[in-house]
């Protein structure tokens, strides 16, 4: 991204969002206890936890579209609903998790809706709207889909044409939720590059949603940890986002959260291991074969190729059981056995053409 974009340069000062003892509730449970904290411009901020834990009634509080059951929540020292709408627009941006397009328009339009805030007079848009609108539309990579219409667009299609019509706003405040969901890996990378690059430039003040632990780590300066018991961890993202704290807060045992670096000699990420938990790469016959515990999908095979590696001449095999393990590992290096630490062992390692061995994510014998 361009330092000068036009796009990027915010039409008002970043205002500092605060909570402040903040309670949040449906009618049968505590969704957020007391929660206090403050989010400044340079700051990007993830908010992560399990399905239901709250996150998106949390994100439209701090959006000012929903009152909260306690405390408070202000923008620069006033509460949003305080704030006149029109105002409000151009100190904020909010993405909600999921846009439904009800008739036709063409994606061009639907991008310049996000210059709304700032038209004046019977709400034509001029020369620099429609310079800033094609700047977003470049940066977000939908220029080839410009003419189109939304109705026909794929899910991760029109995901990236809602972002770009929230960047269009100019404010520096955004509320993005899970923006990169349905992306393919190489424009979950771009508009995460993006957003981290508009954080560093000290203008904006971000917070997004995330499922993806290694991305919230990799990108985010702070994270907002949530559980489903109304509980919550924040601060620098590298201290909340531990295994220790992910475990308790996802309910799933987790031995490590990496940002993507790879130490080991081959060339795999270091973020395979969050998300597909103990593996090998054998050399049987020339063919690589990354043995997993868990099923590849799409997006893994995509996430292969965006690293350098080659699905087609690799074999991806998923084992869903210790017996799976056995009978991928045996004929190669003798009996395997699972240590105490749930690391996988073998009489011999020396037999095994292996790269790596990770510690699981589960015991081994304990998945189904």
């Not at 903040?22 to 992560?48: K, N």
């Not at 700032?118 to 310079?131: C, V």
């Not at 050399?283 to 590696?309: H, K, P, S």
């Amino acid at each position: 991204m361009s330092a000068a974009a036009h796009w990027s340069l915010p039409l008002a000062a970043c205002p500092r969002l605060t909570l402040r003892d903040l309670r949040l509730r449906t009618s049968q449970r505590v969704l957020v206890d007391r929660l206090s904290l403050a989010i400044g411009a340079g700051e990007l901020w993830c908010i992560a936890g399990p399905n239901g834990a709250g996150k998106s009634t949390l994100m439209t509080v701090l959006a000012g579209l929903r009152h909260a059951d306690g405390g408070s929540v202000e923008i620069d020292g006033t509460a949003p609903a305080l704030v006149d709408p029109a105002v409000l627009a151009r100190q904020r941006a909010y993405l909600p998790q999921a846009v439904h397009d009800t008739f036709p328009m063409p994606v061009l339009d639907a991008v310049r809706v996000g210059r709304h805030p700032h038209l004046s007079g019977w709400g034509w848009t001029g020369r620099e709207d429609d310079r800033i609108v094609h700047d977003v539309v470049r940066a977000m990579d939908i220029e080839p889909l410009v003419t189109r219409d939304v109705l026909t667009l794929s899910g991760g299609e029109r995901q990236r044409v809602s972002l770009a019509a929230a960047l269009a706003q100019q404010a520096p405040l955004l509320l993005l939720d899970e923006p990169v969901s349905h992306l393919d890996l190489r424009h979950q990378i771009l508009v995460l590059e993006q957003l981290a690059a508009l954080a560093r430039a000290g203008r904006h003040a971000i917070v997004v949603i995330l499922h993806d632990l290694t991305l919230a780590l990799r990108y985010a300066t702070h994270a907002l940890l949530m559980a489903e018991d109304g509980t919550a961890l924040h601060g620098p993202a590298a201290q909340v986002l531990t295994p220790e704290h992910c475990s308790r807060a996802l309910r799933t045992a987790i031995v490590s959260v990496s940002d993507g670096d790879y130490t080991g000699d081959g060339p795999m990420m270091g973020g395979l291991q969050a998300s597909w938990g103990p593996c090998a790469v054998l050399r049987v016959g020339g063919i690589e074969i990354l043995v997993t515990r868990i099923r590849a999908q799409m997006n893994d095979l995509q996430q292969f190729r965006a690293f350098g590696i080659d699905p087609a001449a690799k074999r991806v095999v998923g084992l869903k059981s210790m017996q799976h393990f056995r009978a991928a590992f045996e004929p190669i290096a003798g009996k395997v056995t699972v240590c105490d630490s749930g690391a996988l062992c073998t009489p011999d390692l020396s037999k095994l053409p292996y790269r790596r061995v990770r510690r699981p994510l589960y015991p081994l014998d304990k998945v189904a």
